[in-house]
């Protein structure tokens, strides 16, 4: 009769990187988690100070924002202390939460981010009509809609199809890609041609329609000889904006997306896990990109940010003061300029 002892079985939540490894990846992360619960709430702070001046299509970015903030924080603290205790903290209880919640917040995004290009398609058509194309009914349905959604296909491998798994370098989870390969090959299509491909043609297509009507607008107005409306300066700003947005997002989350990909339809052996960290790093930094943005593109936000970082309590500063009567003014006569008073619409 064979004594030998039975050799324990394999710990998928133990970290499979050096312990070097996982403590960048921990400082890394926990940079990561910082900067974007800041930088969003910020972005909310700034969208609720100027609310009852709010137009539709700047509830989209208020919706993105909490995208990106509901990730930082029902995420990034449980997995950055996982890269400290140099494995994947809970269990397969947690493995679940963070996978479904991953998914969810992943695939609300990248709706927000569609119905945004839609929106701003739509705005685009009449640059200089003064009437507002889009209605406060027409946007909360839509974002609504881009949550209950990415519900929807978080749920998915819940009820059976796909699964939630732990990552191959051990210290988060996500979709199982490796298992799906053989199991759930329709999953991986359908979740790729509905979550990726189909919404990154309509973005392309959005934004590509938008670029053609500003040009042609552009010209006509060039061709009078007049001067180019503040409302056309306006909108090629926030055109801008929304593309390096959409932008940001596609070229943050595409590394983890092919490695992911290959992972569940690829030939061969799977990607090494010191390899696998590091797309799903950089994806994670996607939550931290719009605050950026805003900051370098919107002059308004910019200017309220630095009011309220010069704000102090019994100063008689932005509290109040005189710098707040002018900073008030300054802001009143930008809107009147043209800006329209855009914080953080996109």
Known sequence: MDSSPTPPAYDHYRSTLSPTMDIGAGFYLLFITVFSIMGNLLVLVMAFSRSSRMKPPELLSVNLAVTDLGAAVTMYPLAVASAWSHRFLGGDAACLYYGLAGFFFGVASIMNLTVLAIVRFVVSMGLQSPKDKVSWRHVKLLCSWSWLYALVWALMPVLGWGQYGPEPFGLSCSLAWGRLRSEDSSFVVAMFSFNLALPAAVIVCCYFGIAIKLYVTYKKSLGH??????????????????????????????????????????????????????????????????????????????????????????????????????????????????????????
């Open 225 to 346: 000889g007049r001067r180019i409306p503040n409302v056309l300066k306006m909108h090629r700003r926030l055109f801008t904006m929304a593309v390096l947005i959409s932008l940001s997002f596609i070229v943050c989350w595409s590394p983890y997306s092919i490695v992911s990909m290959w992972s569940a339809i690829g030939p061969g052996s799977s990607i090494p896990p010191q390899l696998s960290v590091l797309p799903c790093m950089f994806a994670k930094s996607s939550t931290a990109c719009n605050p950026v943005i805003y900051y370098i593109f919107s002059q308004s936000f910019k200017r309220e940010v630095k009011q309220v970082m010069r704000c102090r309590p019994g100063l008689n500063q932005c509290c109040g003061g005189e710098d707040a009567e002018r900073a008030k003014e300054g802001a009143s006569q930008s809107g009147s300029k043209g800006e329209g008073g855009a914080t953080t619409q996109v």
